[in-house]
């Protein structure tokens, strides 16, 4: 899913320069996976802060990495590390569709506080698993 966002890739290599194509999320880069959910300054903003809430030390920064990082091996952290990762990627594609089709934008803060409620209850629901 990581690397799938071909249109937009393709389209930017046929039209150099076309501001359709600028980044919903901070209107100044050419829109890409890898700019979108990495590397736009709305998208770092996010994984700076999951990054802390969740202690994600040592967590890459680029797709690729990440998804050899995520299948060296299994593990309680690293549940929460595909967590983190699919909570993350999924409200920043909920966000850049948001302002594209709705024209609505929403602060990192309040998109950061969806995710790590998120991750919250995922993993609040994994310890009363195992209570019962
Ligand atoms: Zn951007």
Redesign the pocket.
């Known amino acids: 899913m990581l690397l799938e966002l071909p249109t937009q890739d393709r389209i930017g290599t046929w039209m150099l320069n076309s501001t359709s194509l600028s ?1 919903a ?2 209107d ?2 050419m829109d890409s996976h890898d ?2 959910l990495f590397a ?3 998208s770092k903003e996010l994984w700076r802060r999951i990054k802390v809430e969740f202690g994600l030390f040592g967590f890459p920064e680029i797709s690729s990495d990440i998804m050899d990082h995520l299948s060296d091996n299994r593990g309680p952290s690293k549940m929460v590390h595909r967590l983190a990762l699919s909570g993350t990627v999924y409200h920043i594609w909920r966000e850049r569709n948001r302002r594209i089709f709705r024209g609505i934008k929403q602060v990192p803060i309040v998109t950061y506080r969806q995710i790590r409620d998120q991750i919250r209850l995922y993993t609040a629901s994994w310890r009363i698993g195992k209570k019962t």
């Open positions: 980044c999320l901070c100044g880069c700019h979108l736009c300054i709305y």
